[in-house]
């Protein structure tokens, strides 16, 4: 079992980044789909896919927001952090295969309430921006270190 | 296999309605902890939670996300969108149980894009706001009637 820690709010600096990196493998469509209900086939038809103005089945743009997500709460803040907000611009597809990573940087700090605000940029293994935004956070205010539970076990199919 | 339909740009109307819900169950917190990475005790170990101010595991935030992302895909305007941008706002937390439903509102149509903006109020069964947003597509302009895929079949556990 591995372990996760936090920045608390008065440990976090302006300019600070962090990064957070997953491939897209076709499965993670399937799991989205899944989880959201979205079954549209430009996600998981290749035929149909092949049809489109994408030539192949595209991830669902949310999926990449999940990434966003998960950065802020594994790396920066880290855990005890509570999301307040996110906005996203969606830029360009990503397809299976594809290796997105997710840079954070904190841009403002706000004392009152221990809220960071965070610039999200996503580039593909290209470094192209497939998703940006910006995202508000209520920082933690105790340090934690966790024993981090493994990622449940997920199979596709019958 | 059931079918799929959209709203072309030209159908849509300004106040138009669509509702998308969904019963959030553990299983869905275990795949969103799956497919983004986020492995926060918070939302995968009982006792863990329970010493926190939640006292029981919560969804991640942006696991309601998905499902208004959903809701636009498959409802309004649908299958053909193309998604813009989104704001997120995060009010409450959601647990396994809960049924949430997304309420998305036409509030503006801009003709030279073909792009309608849409008010996104995410409920639980409660009736209290746990996400609200604003969310931008561009609507397709060809009508589209779709065999849907089924819903990929996912199993958890060894």
Known sequence: MSQ??????????????ATYSKQIENRDIQLFAALSGDVNPVH???????GTQFKECIA???L???????AIA????GPGSIYLGQSLRFRLPV????????TLQVTEKKDKRCIVILD?????????????GT??????????????????RVHIGD
Not at 4 to 17: A, F, K, M, P, R
Not at 44 to 50: K, S
Not at 95 to 102: F, P, Q, S, Y
Not at 135 to 152: D, Q
């Open 120 to 132: 999200c940029k996503v580039l593909n293994q290209h470094g192209k921006r497939v998703l940006t």
């Open 95 to 102: 397809k299976a295969g594809d290796t997105i990573t997710v």
């Open 135 to 152: 995202a508000e956070v209520m920082a933690p205010t105790e340090k934690l270190v966790l024993e981090s539970p493994e990622p449940p």
């Open 60 to 62: 669902h743009g949310m």
């Open 44 to 50: 998981l038809d290749a035929a149909f896919a092949a």
């Open 4 to 17: 996760i820690s936090n920045y608390t709010y008065d440990e976090i600096t302006i300019g600070q980044t």
């Open 64 to 70: 990449s927001g999940t990434i966003i997500s998960a």
């Open 74 to 77: 594994m790396k920066l803040p």
